[in-house]
């Protein structure tokens, strides 16, 4: 009995030593922030045991627990709250109640999840809309795109700029009472991919008549051509969000083989047709020198990966392997990334592109930011961070907008 305890023992302390994860030392709420941490990569391992097992799949695991925290739309003495469909694609829609003698401000707004989970419905993302609506008397319309590893790429963008298209028409705007001169579109983590990719396709095409006045992207996932950048090594086993998650998402996005997971490990997944991206993603120009540091640029190996994706090659994708002149008809971009995040690197390499082509780009850098931040807003996960991100988000918009 007493050896079968210290056996049990011995694999508690292991499993805690393999989820702790040290927190910097500007972290706020640190001790908070370890508890979700330390909850987020539990259920991960969870969610791969029983994969292995042949249970459930990893991403039905997550999108149950992640269903739990579904909100339905209630209205209060501010904002209608309605869920409705734009075309066949779900919508939660965020009416101002008050009286306007003038058309109101409009965002359009994307969920993040890693193109595999999430929803407009969660209650993080349901208290972020309904605020924003709030405080800019606005009209907030959030999107339910389908999901991989059901739906892969393209299918995310076709129900995004299906969406979009059906409200910009001018019979939708004056329904709700939206200037067309005054909308923006928003994002947070892969979110923010759907943002940019319909951004640019929005502004790119001439038969869509109404075009964005803003887009903002709340640390965004925008390339993968590189998975090697400096954030990729400095926050490999990071904060809620780790390298090796971000690139089963990513992966699952393409292809529900693993051998580009594995290709994506070890920066060996581009086709050999891809050098001339290199150019668009080259952290070593794209990035100031307080994140290269002391980091080496090498090329992502060519040709290695036994799966071949032209997919891995368009900027509907990869918004930020766009080319120039693509980029050269955005609107005011405003971004927003974390110092302690895997995927920073795509947001500040991002602007950089969009200011070295006349764009106006406001960048916020969150010091002791982490990915998903705006996730952890509401009870019983609430983070300071999240609120804090919120904030200066919703008062750019409020500015610009």
């Known amino acids: 009995m007493g050896f079968k305890a210290l056996c049990l023992g011995l694999l508690f302390v292991s499993f805690l030593s393999y989820i702790y994860t040290p927190m910097p030392d500007n972290i706020e709420e640190s001790w908070k922030l370890m508890t979700l941490d330390a909850i987020a990569k539990t259920l991960n391992i969870m969610a791969e045991c029983l994969e292995i097992i042949g249970v459930m799949r990893y991403e039905d695991f997550i999108s149950m627990i992640i269903s739990l925290d579904h909100t339905p739309p209630y209205s209060d003495e501010h904002i209608t709250v309605t869920d409705t469909a734009f075309v066949d694609i779900p919508a939660r829609l965020y009416l101002p109640k008050k009286k306007s003698k003038s058309p109101r401000r409009a965002v359009i707004y994307f969920h993040g999840g890693g193109f595999c989970f999430g929803s407009c419905k969660q209650r993080a993302f349901d208290f972020l809309n309904r605020w924003t609506a709030k405080e800019l008397d606005a009209v907030v319309v959030a999107i339910d795109y389908r999901l991989a590893p059901q739906h892969h790429f393209p299918a995310q963008f076709e129900d ?3 969406a979009v298209k059906f409200f910009l028409q001018d019979k939708i705007l004056s329904k709700y009472g939206v200037d067309p001169t005054r909308i923006a579109v928003s994002g947070d983590s892969s979110g923010g991919t759907l943002t940019a990719a319909v951004t640019q396709q929005v502004h790119n095409d001439p038969e869509i008549k109404h075009k964005f006045k803003l887009q903002a992207l709340l640390y965004p996932a925008l390339q993968v051509v590189d998975s090697y950048s400096p954030s990729h090594q400095e926050n490999e086993h990071g904060i809620i ?12 996005f393409y292809s529900k083989d693993d051998a580009l997971r594995q290709a994506i490990k070890k920066n060996q997944h581009m086709p050999l047709e891809s050098r001339h991206l290199f150019k668009f993603v080259n952290w070593s120009i794209l990035l100031p020198e307080k994140f290269r540091k002391d980091h080496v640029y090498t090329e992502p190996v060519l040709g290695r990966s036994a799966v071949s994706l032209p997919a891995l090659m368009d900027h509907r994708a990869l918004p930020l392997i766009a080319n120039d002149t693509y980029l050269q008809h955005l609107p005011r971009t405003y971004i927003l990334t974390c ?5 920073r690197d795509d947001g500040i390499m991002y602007a950089s592109r969009l200011q070295n082509v006349g764009v106006q780009v406001e960048h916020d850098h969150v010091e002791d930011g982490i990915h998903g931040a705006l996730s952890y807003m509401t009870s019983p ?10 904030d200066m988000y919703v008062s750019w918009l409020d500015k610009n907008l």
């Not at 996960?381 to 919120?390: P, S, V």
């Open 241 to 252: 969000l780790t390298r090796d998650i971000a690139i089963k998402l990513v992966s699952l």
């Open 160 to 162: 995004g700029v299906t």
């Open 339 to 343: 110092q302690y995040d895997v995927l």
């Open 381 to 390: 996960f609430h983070l300071h961070l999240g609120l804090r991100i919120r």
